[in-house]
């Protein structure tokens, strides 16, 4: 097999997707390997899964920060200590700024819980986009793997799967029905990419 994509890891929570990503690393023939978890979250679990999984981790709070240059500088300077491929944001809850995603052209990716363009956008994330869903009355939902580019949540799909709305669904069981599709959808997402690139 080629080289393997090293990938950057961006998250703020629980985590589960990187888990996934994680877990397919593990398997020597899967072409990419977790280099760096980036957190802007203290409290991340993520960052507990990062650590079990003896990844390097980094939490820039960005509460910390006076402007989202500072805090994108600082994140800069971090992927800059090793090569970096391709950056993974998997429940990344912070909008990046034109200027850091035009450094990293065509290598950062984000996993979304919808089927965009629907329930896509600024406000639309995690719980709020299950929520809306059912709020809108869709029999079906999903989740969308795509390109990061200024716009948020326009950029050019890679992969995308449906599930459907229940009658009964709350967000939560939504949620959950959709991460677990979500999961195993990122890492062939991230998988095509390395085949492609490698
Ligand atoms: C995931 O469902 C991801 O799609 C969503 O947050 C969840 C994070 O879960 N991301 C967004 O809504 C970004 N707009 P995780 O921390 O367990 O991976």
């Keep these: 097999m080629s080289k393997k994509l090293n990938l950057a890891v961006f998250i703020s929570g629980s985590g589960s997707n990187l888990q996934s990503i994680i877990d397919a690393c593990e398997a020597k023939d899967y072409p990419a390997k977790v280099k760096l978890v980036v957190s802007n979250n203290p409290e991340a679990y993520g960052l507990v899964r990062a650590k079990n999984a003896n990844i390097p981790s980094v939490i820039i709070n960005h509460k910390s920060f006076k402007t989202r240059h500072d805090f994108e500088s600082a994140i800069t300077k971090e992927l800059t200590k090793q090569p970096i491929d391709l950056i993974c944001l998997a429940g990344f809850m912070r909008i990046l700024t034109a200027d850091f995603i035009s450094q990293w ?16 956008g600024e406000g639309m994330f995690g719980d709020n986009v299950h929520k809306a869903v059912i709020a809108a009355g869709e029999t079906q939902s999903g989740a969308s ?9 326009k950029g050019r799909l890679i992969a995308q799967i449906s599930v459907p709305v229940l009658e009964n669904d709350t967000y939560e069981t939504l949620g959950e029905r959709v991460r677990a599709e979500e999961h195993e959808l990122y890492v062939n997402a991230i998988k095509k990419i390395a085949v492609e690139r490698t």
């Design 105 to 120: 052209p065509d290598q950062i990716i984000n996993t979304h819980p919808s089927l965009l363009p629907k329930f896509g």
């Design 145 to 153: 793997i795509h390109y990061v580019i200024p716009e948020v949540d």
